[in-house]
Nanobody
Framework: VQLVESGGGLVQPGGSLRLSCAASGFTFSDYAMGWFRQAPGKERVFVAY????????YYADSVKGRFTVSRDNAENAVSLQMNSLKPEDTAVYYC???????????????????WGQGTQVTVSS
């Protein structure tokens, strides 16, 4: 089982980035997925959730209206489109698999396993 994130980088405030997460080693369409982020010296926190079909979405209040999560089950991939980025969005971003395929929406780190290695997003002028 492997999750590999990509698409991070340095962007100016107000800019956009699109993160991707490629999954392999499991039946991707059977599992909901989540995005989390961890800023330096802080805990890893929930950013977005997408159900197995992509029909149910949840976002942290801090990113609602700016970030959009999507998935392509044919490509075994989940994405996070990030617009209107702010300096406080700076963090390492992780994708993760909802560990219980029949579980409810997950907002906690402990609801997810496995995790990708993370990709750094830095928002700075």
């Amino acid at each position: 089982v492997q999750l590999v994130e990509s698409g991070g980088g340095l962007v100016q405030p107000g800019g956009s980035l699109r993160l991707s997460c490629a999954a392999s080693g499991f039946t991707f369409s059977d599992y909901a997925m989540g995005w989390f982020r961890q800023a330096p010296g802080k805990e890893r926190v929930f950013v977005a959730y997408i159900s197995r079909s992509g029909g149910i979405l949840y976002y942290a209040d801090s990113v609602k209206g700016r970030f959009t999560v999507s998935r392509d089950n044919a490509e075994n991939a989940v994405s996070l489109q990030m617009n209107s980025l702010k300096p406080e969005d700076t963090a390492v971003y992780y994708c993760a698999t909802r560990s219980d395929p029949n579980g409810s929406v997950g907002f906690r780190v402990s609801d997810y396993n496995p995790w990708g290695q993370g990709t750094q997003v830095t928002v700075s002028s």
